[in-house]
């Protein structure tokens, strides 16, 4: 329940100082971390994809329901496997929400963090795992 907080971290000889920069809970990962891109973070708000100004703590949109699924960004493009398995495709822009696509995965609850390599994506879960041709 504690959300998202920007620290600045400043050097002073061989110590460091940390100034909050802003902190709210309108960012409250649970089961992933959030990514950035442009000065944007990206990140399941309580399982609805949110992105926030990185500078401010601004939220310039909040929409889509993934669960505590997971994220990975490529290019300018969010990679989001749900909680339930599914794949999707987002584009990572603080203009709007803009889901691409959304796909069936693997089935079952999926909370493991996928990997992408030369195009192939890897998802998993306890039960099955799957490669996906996301080129």
Not at 50 to 68: D, I, L, M, Q, S
Not at 109 to 127: F, K, M
Request: aromatic share 6%.
């Amino acid at each position: 329940g504690k959300g998202a907080a920007a620290i600045e971290l400043t050097a002073d000889g061989d110590r460091l100082h940390a100034t909050t920069i802003w902190q709210h809970t309108r960012m409250k990962n649970k089961l992933s971390s959030s990514v950035l891109r442009d000065g944007f973070v990206y990140g399941l708000d309580e399982g609805i994809l949110a992105c926030v100004e990185a500078a401010t703590g601004r939220v310039a949109w909040k929409n889509g329901r993934y669960g505590h699924g997971q994220i990975l960004l490529a290019g300018d493009r969010l990679l989001i496997t749900t909680e339930t398995g599914e794949l999707a495709l987002v584009h990572a822009t603080p203009e709007r929400f803009e889901e691409l696509a959304r796909v069936p995965g693997i089935e079952g609850r999926t909370w493991n963090v996928p990997a992408l390599e030369n195009g192939i994506l890897l998802v998993r879960n306890a039960r099955e795992m799957a490669a996906f041709d996301v080129r």
